[in-house]
């Protein structure tokens, strides 16, 4: 690799950033103590795709998507060397073929001097990532470690079909309110940084008789994460993790519950409303994200059709008239609804939500109740 223009040289060259912006970004840096790369990132507002795939190419290096390497992991690599070390050297061992040694980094300007002097039979192979992918592919390493001792500890295998535990015992130890297994909060937030990563609407996590289900919806459609084979023990250990960061009632087992909790990722803040629902199989879980973004959609960026869209817009554009959004609770009326706003219309634009504050919706098969 080429070590004689680092990133930030790159970008200079490239006119996205000036120098005295480059001086701001660095100052600022040194002060909160993060790269860089990640402040420029967040001052200019860029994608992170475009400008690592950018950056990659400039610097020479290979761009790969985070579920390209997700599918062909090799766990026992991270356990080879120290986590500090790969911390510190952003870094990260994923396969391993013959005498080539594949890391990845979200750093361009990482070097791999220290690895090779490490592995000195093997030739190192540095692939870029983004951060957001980086996280993803640390704590899906991460997971196998705390995996296997929870295994260890709970005598339960990964995939296991065992019936549900009627017991009333969970998994978060055995005073929850001051212990939480780690191995199930890394399996919580792994999901989300998931979710986050597809650009998700909603997480889906099901139960089924012999098998559990966690689903994503991107762009209206459910898309499986097939890399969660839980068992019926951990899912149930992860909804409870989800209700105590909602600050529900984790004894309850038998009745809908609804509840909100916060995530903040990077400079983004997510708010998660959680709805938790009595199966025949378990409790089952749907989790919105609802981005903070501190801005109003567009029509555009609604995902509505170009014929709804420009019905829409005219029904907008009338000088009078009302305009009924309707739905579910929980379904962001208001967040479909300030893309009717314009600047100069505020005055005389308002919302009324009006949700019927003793139901809760969801969907029943006939004449099948829930055994209590």
Not at 85 to 97: G, N, Q
Request: aromatic share 6%; hydrophobic share 35%; proline share 5%.
């Amino acid at each position: 690799m080429d070590f004689n223009r680092n990133s930030e040289q790159i970008l200079i060259d490239l006119g996205v950033v000036s120098e005295a912006a480059l001086a701001d970004a660095r100052t600022e840096a040194a002060t909160k103590n993060e790269r860089v790369l990640d402040v420029l990132r967040r001052r200019l507002n860029l994608e992170e795709i475009d400008l690592y795939r950018s950056l990659a190419q400039q610097r020479g290096m290979t761009f790969t998507d985070g579920d390209d390497v997700l599918s062909h992991l090799n766990t026992d690599l991270f356990r080879r060397f120290s986590r500090t070390f790969l911390d510190l050297s952003r870094v990260i061992p994923v396969s391993e073929e013959d005498s080539t040694l594949t890391v990845v980094t979200d750093d361009p300007d990482a070097r791999t001097d220290q690895m090779e002097r490490l592995t000195p039979k093997h030739r190192i192979v540095c692939l870029l990532v983004t951060p957001t992918d980086f996280r993803r592919i640390w704590s899906a390493l991460d997971l196998t470690v705390k995996g296997s001792r929870f295994v260890a500890e709970h005598g339960v295998s990964v995939g296991s079909t065992e019936k549900p535990d009627t017991s009333g015992k969970d998994l978060l130890g055995k005073d929850s309110n001051k212990h939480i297994s780690p191995y199930l909060v890394s399996v919580y937030e792994a999901i989300l940084l998931d979710a986050v990563s597809e650009k998700a609407s909603d997480i889906h996590i099901e139960q089924y008789e012999n098998r559990v289900r966690i689903r994503l919806r991107v762009d209206g459609d459910l898309h499986d994460l097939p890399q969660y084979q839980l068992s019926a023990r951990e899912i149930r250990g992860v909804i409870n993790v989800i209700k105590l960061r909602a600050e529900l009632n984790i004894a309850e087992h038998r009745l809908p519950q609804g509840g909100r909790s916060r995530l903040q990722l990077g400079d983004t803040s997510y708010d998660l409303r959680i709805q938790t629902q009595p199966s025949l199989h378990g409790e089952n879980a749907i989790i919105r994200l609802l981005p903070q973004t501190g801005r109003a959609m567009t029509i555009a960026e609604l995902g509505m059709s170009s014929a709804i869209g420009s019905r829409y817009q005219r029904l907008l554009d009338n000088p009078a008239g009302l305009v009924l959004v309707v739905g579910p609770t929980g379904l962001w009326w208001s967040g479909s609804s300030f893309p009717c706003v314009r600047p100069g219309d505020a005055c005389w634009w308002g919302s009324r939500v009006r949700p019927n504050p003793g139901c809760r919706s969801c969907s029943l098969r006939p004449y099948r109740v829930i055994p209590r």
